[in-house]
């Protein structure tokens, strides 16, 4: 099955099967995430009216996923990586809209205890948004990569690359290098509510 994260930007292709959700990926593969580059030049809006009453809206239709993980894998998310360091796992809908402040193509979780606390809102494109899509927006990217069903994933330029197993765990996907879009909406992030990873995510 092939499917688009974003109805009109970046594809992701599901070949096979679609990746299925578990409660903790088995292993760690390295990973490219690179600090956040900056938008447009801007000054600090995070307590602007305009960014609050996005963030608002935002925040009313995933506050059902806060701390249910469960919901939000039966609303389509499925795990696309392990925990990644100053970030968490990774939960993609591949359904997901063009960027929709209510619709986040991923969701970021860490673990709390036995239970799970979402974190970060995240969208993907092919290359970096001509239009800002949210006030003092700032990016940073993923690097082309084969995912596999267990959350695994391994570098790779071109999906003709892709094993067809990784450690047993069947091919999910591939897709080209990405630009990224965090926003630590439910987790305090003291280097910024863009910024991609968090100093305060613990690598466990």
């Known amino acids: 099955m092939r499917a688009r994260i974003l109805a009109a930007a970046a594809v992701l292709v599901l070949a096979g099967t679609t990746a299925c959700a578990k409660d903790e990926p088995t292993k760690a593969m390295p990973h490219s995430q ?48 392990p925990m990644m360091p100053g970030m ?10 063009a960027f929709d ?7 970021v979780y860490v673990k709390d205890g036995d239970g799970w606390q979402l974190g970060a ?21 993923f690097d082309a990569a084969c995912h596999y ?9 071109a999906e003709a690359d892709c094993a067809k197993a990784n450690d047993g765990s069947p091919f999910g996907f591939w897709h080209p290098k990405l630009v990224t879009l965090h926003v630590w909406l439910w987790f305090h992030n003291p280097a910024g509510l863009y910024h991609p990873t968090n100093p305060l995510i613990q690598t466990t």
Do not use: C
Request: no cysteine; glycine share 6%.
């Open 88 to 97: 968490g796992y990774h939960y993609l809908n591949p359904k997901a809209p």
């Open 149 to 157: 069903q267990d959350g695994t994933f391994v570098p790779a330029t």
């Open 121 to 141: 809102l995240e969208w993907v494109w092919p290359e970096q948004p001509t239009e800002t899509p949210l006030p003092g927006a700032t990016y940073g990217s």
């Open 34 to 81: 690179s600090p956040a580059t900056s938008g447009p030049a801007t000054k600090d809006m995070s307590t602007t009216p305009e960014l609050a009453q996005v963030l608002v809206k935002a925040r009313n239709a995933t506050a059902k996923y806060v701390t249910d993980l469960p919901a939000a894998m039966a609303a389509g998310y499925q795990i696309i990586t």
């Open 101 to 107: 402040v209510t619709t986040p193509a991923i969701l």
